[in-house]
């Protein structure tokens, strides 16, 4: 019985063809593969310079650590801690003159940015020269050349003033605005998207202090839209 309904439903009813499952999807299965296969090679549009995606500092041997007791690494995240003593300074590492910082990537990544932090406590200009590392491993490709100074950076303060008005719970808030300077050496260089296992700074010509050491805070490099 059940199987003369069965056909009695397929051969009078007009069922209509159901839907693809991806019939409004946005992008076809090819793409979404292309889409993660491009992310994968981007290193998930993260940082592939931090120690946590896989980075280390294969120059560590030469490099100085310049602070004691605490995390110097520029691949480090924890960037902000300052040691207790006040004759310490904020975590940074140092390359004498003619030596190089390089940083390693777990495997060859598309990148378009790098960022780097130099020292910028006081008024220094350090000449150097900033390289990516070809996936070869080996071939190397200039994107900074110069003195990597302090700017000058206009940063709004402000200092509020509270007047309470008995409406309610409504106030007005008066704020007066000040403008301080502040220095930062963050660098942004931008540079055409290109497979990249590494990167070089190099201590071409020291500080305008003491002419002798590079000293960087972070380095950064990723894949930007």
Known sequence: ?????????????????????????????????????????????????SQFNGALLSSARKTIFWTLGIENSPLRNLLYYYPPDPNLHQGHVVARLGESIIVEFLQAYEINTVRFWMWDNDDRQTDIQVLTIAADRRTEKFIYDGNAQAKILPIQKSSSVFILIIKKINCIHLVKLEFINFKMTLHVVKLSDQLVSGLKFYNRGGNSLDHQYMSIIKIQAFYAF
């Open 1 to 49: 019985m059940k199987l003369l309904l069965l056909f009695f439903l397929l051969e009078y009813l007009d069922f209509a063809p159901l839907p693809a499952a991806d019939a409004n999807a946005k992008f076809s299965q090819n793409d979404l593969y292309i889409l993660r296969e491009a992310s994968i090679i981007r290193g998930n549009y993260k940082d592939v310079a």
